[in-house]
């Protein structure tokens, strides 16, 4: 068994499920040769010098059940740029036509991570805003990728918790079909991934990555770094809680540098190997990349890895008229990169128009879920979303963290066997083989031998230490080890399931953790008689990868539209109404104009669970007042929420901020006409577009119904 499992049989029936064997990629994930299902001599491990991975907290989005109903399927060609239907609903009572608002009080930018725009703000400003009405608009159809896009290349990097990829195409080379890159440094052997590691020295500079970094001795002075994608998963981001149990981080150093050297090397070496495997047709200068995500990671964390790929030359400006380089720079959720590739394989699941299916993307940190309708042929294919996808930390890393604890009690009266290199030589010699070949229930009554690293203390037969080696009953692995994980994992899909009245046709398996045996076997268990198909691709570790590049070489949205995973709103100044005397009098102040305004409400721009296309803008009406031409900056704070109720205050809870709007308005025509002819303050109209994609947010200053200029968002800490 490769660390992809095996895949089901195309031709297996509804009631009969069998599996086949696959030798289609004889290459290794693992930075070793990874072992087969069965064992019949015991192997020997060399200890890692590393800690084992930390825990970390689950993430997940609770969404109220949507249904596609909401955004029928109809029979002519579906046109992801062609806008319909209105956009998120304002809170109750509310209505915001011609009204007259107050802004936030002065802001300063807070200095966080920005993306490259011809504009910083850096001012503080005192805004009086008024909101009329809001709208969607799309952005127009782009011209078919025809002369111009010929021959592009589009590079993917699949930038993992514990194993990173690279895959690569273009027209040009092997009839557009995607390659990955296999040979590494510090290895004979080839590997679809590698681990995400990196070894520094003293000074922070670094000595190795990769399979170099993670196979070399750790030295006086060094320090070996994993893990650190996990600095940017939300809750800490949003609360500045990292898990105690991470790896510290080099002296100086912050978990973005570690992300920018890691990149930095691997974007280094793909360019070189890309070149070294198609010659002269390699034009890396100007080819997309497409970087993937975690599902359940919000605007930050994106914005976050936006700037550290930016930071480590993953596109670059290479000529002076190349002025929209950095959007050669995709962000991809990995669900959807995943399911791109998967919606090809007609011949492992031979799914038609008009059918869903579900990916579970378990790796080595997260298990990301996404429901998705396939809509056209497959000379034409697009998916897209059924329901908002969430996820959880509960990939195969917490296999190892309980492994770790399970040994840790056992051997409690045993400390020569507790320290790190014995406990990273337990761990190691689980994670390479029971890991993913353990079958649950069948192998209740077999044991399981670890060779001690230690070779004192060698027996006491009470706790399972006979000769030198710990024997671990398969029905303690089970219960201590295995059942929380996979039990986590049962929870997550039946909570996605739930949330759709359609029939799922299929559930798709992909990433590390879907080679576990025993992951599989309890998935086919509960969901095989709801579910017509549950399989995994041969190459299920690398289907993020392949997908996100195949999406590249598509030129064109493959995934026609999202689901918002949480709601996007504003805090706004408006007209005191009844209900707000009722309930928040406190909030109701008296503005210039002699108005009763409620200060602290909200204003909703997208709602949790709309239907989003690719391409398409909420925008929303403002008229600024300014004082005089120095009052040119409109500052505001966008708030996200998870929440299924619509809110009407700030204080009702359950918001988020999540970043700061600075809109520098000087450049408006109608803003530089009557700041140098009207006298005691003017008003200036304009628009705020929203864009919501796979992954990241963006905003857009529009006037007069024309694309002004982009706006700055400062991520809230």
Known sequence: MNCCGKPYDQSATNSQKQHVSNNLYPTNQQPSPHPGAHFPEKQQFQPPAIPSPPSVQQFGFHQQQQTWQHAPISSAPFNPYQLSGSPSPPPAGSQFSGTTLNGMDGMTPSGSIQRPTPYYAGASAQSSVMMTTSKINGLKSPEPSSIVDEGKMSVSIDFGT????????????????????????GSFETFRKIPTCLLYDESGRVLAWGLEAKNTGLMEGTARCEWFKLFLEPRALREGHVDPRLPSLPPGKKAIDLIVDFLSCMWEYAKEEITRAIGAVADLDSADVWLTVP????????????????????????????????????????????????????????????????????????????????????ANLEIAEVCARSGANCGSLFLDLRFRELVRTLLSDHPAHLDPASLAYFMHAFSETDKLSYLGESDDNNMFHFTCFNVDDPDDPTVGLINGELAIPGNLLR????????????GLLEEQLHRVEQRIDALLLVGGFSGSEYLFKRVDAQFGSRIKVIARPSDADTATCRGAAQYGLA???LVSSVIAPRSYIMKVKLPAEQEDWQKRPAYIKVNNAGVNICENRLQYLVTKGAILRKGQRVQTKFCKFSQNAQDRLFVAILYTSDSDKIMRYTDEGETMELCKWTVDLGNLPSFQQQASLVQGGFYTEFELGLELDSAEVRGILVYEGHEWGRVVFDFLN
């Open 555 to 557: 030129r064109r949205p």
């Open 295 to 378: 599902a359940a990671w919000d605007a930050k964390g994106c914005e976050i890895m936006r700037e550290a790929a930016i930071s480590a030359g993953l596109v670059q400006q290479f000529s002076a008229t190349d002025r929209n380089w950095a959007e050669r720079l995709h962000i991809i959720t990995e669900p959807e990169a995943a399911a791109v590739h998967c919606a090809h394989l007609t011949n492992l699941h031979q799914l038609k128009p008009s059918q869903n299916f579900m990916i579970c993307d378990a790796g080595g940190g997260t298990v990301d879920l996404a429901i998705y309708k396939i809509i056209g042929e497959l």
């Open 479 to 490: 219960r201590e080890v295995f059942d929380p994980v996979v039990e986590q994992v049962l």
């Open 162 to 185: 514990t194993f990173s990829g690279v895959a690569y195409g273009s027209s040009r080379i092997e009839q557009g079909k995607v390659q990955q890159i296999l040979r590494w440094p």
